[in-house]
Nanobody, 125 residues
């Protein structure tokens, strides 16, 4: 049984930093793909950061590029999303997701069969 659990969400002032964690059981991130998505109230879920973990391939949405970093702790099988220079528009529920993949990193939510429960991030002015 695959289970993903996010943590690290909270409230932060604009310009601050936050690190989200996603621990997975029953699935190995290494060599496969992991991603972080977010969803603001009344908005569709959007991809934020994607990675073919273990091979150094990453991709970010234009809105977070240069501010967010996705990484993997191989030993503990934990995926992180380091967020810096946070803006109010970054506010939303953040979800980690995992999928088996080949050379191409999937970008659509439907491609990811495994999801966490989400963690709330609120950025105030």
């Amino acid at each position: 049984q695959v289970q993903l659990v996010e943590s690290g969400g909270g409230s932060v002032q604009s310009g601050g930093s936050l690190r989200l964690s996603c621990v997975v059981s029953g699935f190995s991130y290494y060599g496969n793909c992991a991603a972080w998505f977010r969803q603001a109230p009344g908005k569709e879920r959007e991809g934020v950061a994607f990675s073919k973990l273990g091979v150094g391939r990453t991709s970010y949405s234009d809105s977070v590029k240069g501010r967010f970093t996705i990484s993997l702790d191989n030993t503990r099988n934990v995926v992180y999303l380091q967020m810096t220079s946070l803006k109010p528009e970054d506010t939303g529920t953040y979800y980690c997701a995992a999928a088996t993949c080949g050379s191409e990193i999937p970008m659509l939510p439907s491609r990811y069969p495994y999801w966490g429960q989400g963690t709330q991030v609120t950025v105030s002015s």
